[in-house]
């Protein structure tokens, strides 16, 4: 990549230790900067669920012996994963073996270090940057809607991104029976499972402002509807950070999501970005959202201080300083 720095991809699923031995593959002067620990432990109900989570400290001890560790802490805990004191203890022993915890903003930095332990000298805190690949090439609202048969009179809510249990979404559906804004409903992406899919839909009933588009969507599909959007709702049970909220964001499209989520980097105070705190309160912030419009040039500094070169820049000094904490010289 232009910084010069080579990036892999772990991308076999070895078993017994996956981690360990899918790093034979790479030069023993490479770093490790992992994302996801929760795909080294297992699905929460399958069969071998128990020895994954045992195992998780061992394979990432074996898979870093000689390697610099880098973990970016996307969330405090994963999401619709029993919160056991064993998977605590994992993320601990994780947080205690890396050379650098990168967050996503101070706040998210001050959780993370409170609920595990974590020096903060350890903490790095870098921006989340903007998904530019989704602004690019945006249709004009005219011609995503004819692609997707939709009016361009209705006003568009949009939920977008997997449809997953944390997302709060249950609880936006009965705000949608209940009080009947007129705006209509739009939820987009893939369920976690075709019965929770189906759960949200018997949930809704005959609804005619609520519109599900519950499978895989491409790229394209998901510009359109970014471009068919009035605001973009999120309800999240639980998040630290999240990339689902960048696109509107960078596109000047009104964000609304609960007061509770502090660590969320969305250059606040910004006047499009709407908290709630209950379902009297959402009704009024969306009331304001629709009336306020999309508005790009609002977001003009926002995606410079979010955009990716910087961002890649700072993950770059942070490798070279751990690398050289370590006597870790050249790695790439």
Same mark, same amino acid.
């Given at each position: 990549?232009?910084?010069?720095?080579?990036?892999?991809? *772990?991308? /076999?699923?070895?078993?017994?230790? +996956?981690?360990?031995?899918?790093?034979?593959?790479?030069?023993?002067?490479?770093?490790?900067?992992? /994302?996801?620990? %929760?795909?080294?432990? &297992?699905?929460?109900?399958?069969? *071998?669920? +128990?020895?994954?989570?045992?195992?998780?400290?061992?394979?990432?001890?074996?898979?870093?012996?000689?390697?610099?560790?880098?973990?970016?802490?996307?969330? $405090?805990?994963? /999401?619709?994963?029993?919160?056991?004191?064993?998977?605590?203890?994992?993320?601990?022993?994780?947080?205690?073996?890396?050379? &650098?915890?990168?967050?996503?903003?101070?706040?998210?930095?001050?959780? !993370?270090? @409170?609920?595990?332990? $974590?020096?903060?000298?350890?903490?790095?805190?870098?921006?989340?940057?903007?998904?530019?690949?989704?602004?690019?090439?945006?249709?004009?609202?005219?011609?995503?809607? %004819?692609?997707?048969?939709?009016?361009?009179?209705?006003?568009?809510?949009?939920?977008?991104?997997?449809?997953?249990?944390?997302?709060? $979404?249950?609880?936006?559906?009965?705000?949608?029976?209940?009080?009947?804004?007129?705006?209509?409903?739009?939820?987009?992406?893939?369920?976690?499972?075709?019965?929770?899919?189906?759960?949200?839909?018997?949930?809704?009933? %005959? /609804?005619?402002?609520?519109?599900?588009?519950?499978?895989?969507?491409?790229?394209?599909?998901?510009?359109?509807? *970014?471009?068919?959007?009035?605001?973009?709702?999120?309800?999240?049970? @639980?998040?630290?950070?999240?990339?689902?909220?960048?696109?509107?964001?960078?596109? &000047?499209?009104?964000?609304?999501?609960?007061?509770?989520?502090?660590?969320?980097?969305? &250059?606040?105070?910004?006047?499009?970005?709407?908290?709630?705190?209950?379902? =009297?309160?959402?009704?009024?912030?969306?009331?304001?959202? !629709?009336?306020?419009?999309? =508005?790009?040039?609002?977001?003009?500094?926002?995606?410079?201080?979010?955009?990716?070169?910087?961002?890649?820049?700072?993950?770059?000094?942070?490798? %070279?300083?751990?690398?050289?904490?370590?006597?870790?010289?050249?790695? @790439?």
């Amino acid at each position: 990549m232009a910084e010069g720095v080579r990036v892999d991809f *772990l991308s /076999h699923y070895r078993r017994v230790f +996956p981690l360990a031995r899918g790093m034979k593959e790479f030069p023993a002067n490479s770093l490790i900067h992992l /994302h996801w620990p %929760e795909a080294y432990m &297992g699905v929460p109900g399958q069969r *071998l669920y +128990p020895f994954r989570q045992a195992r998780f400290p061992y394979d990432l001890m074996l898979a870093s012996r000689e390697r610099p560790l880098v973990v970016t802490a996307h969330n $405090i805990y994963p /999401h619709n994963c029993p919160r056991t004191q064993l998977l605590k203890q994992n993320l601990k022993a994780m947080y205690e073996r890396a050379d &650098g915890v990168i967050v996503h903003s101070q706040a998210a930095s001050d959780q !993370l270090s @409170q609920e595990f332990d $974590i020096s903060l000298n350890k903490m790095r805190v870098i921006r989340h940057g903007e998904v530019s690949e989704l602004i690019e090439n945006l249709p004009t609202r005219e011609n995503a809607a %004819e692609s997707l048969g939709r009016s361009t009179e209705e006003p568009v809510c949009l939920m977008f991104g997997a449809v997953s249990p944390y997302k709060g $979404i249950e609880g936006v559906l009965e705000f949608w029976k209940v009080h009947q804004p007129e705006c209509r409903l739009v939820i987009v992406g893939k369920p976690d499972s075709i019965e929770y899919g189906d759960a949200l839909r018997k949930l809704t009933g %005959e /609804h005619d402002r609520i519109t599900f588009r519950l499978e895989f969507v491409t790229d394209l599909e998901l510009r359109q509807w *970014l471009s068919m959007a009035d605001c973009c709702l999120y309800n999240y049970q @639980q998040i630290l950070t999240s990339g689902s909220v960048h696109p509107p964001r960078a596109l &000047g499209i009104p964000i609304l999501l609960p007061e509770r989520f502090t660590t969320l980097d969305l &250059g606040e105070p910004c006047e499009r970005v709407l908290r709630f705190s209950n379902h =009297d309160t959402l009704g009024q912030e969306l009331h304001r959202a !629709l009336a306020m419009g999309v =508005d790009y040039d609002s977001a003009h500094q926002w995606r410079q201080d979010h955009d990716w070169s910087s961002i890649a820049e700072k993950t770059k000094e942070l490798y %070279e300083q751990i690398a050289t904490v370590d006597g870790y010289q050249g790695g @790439q």
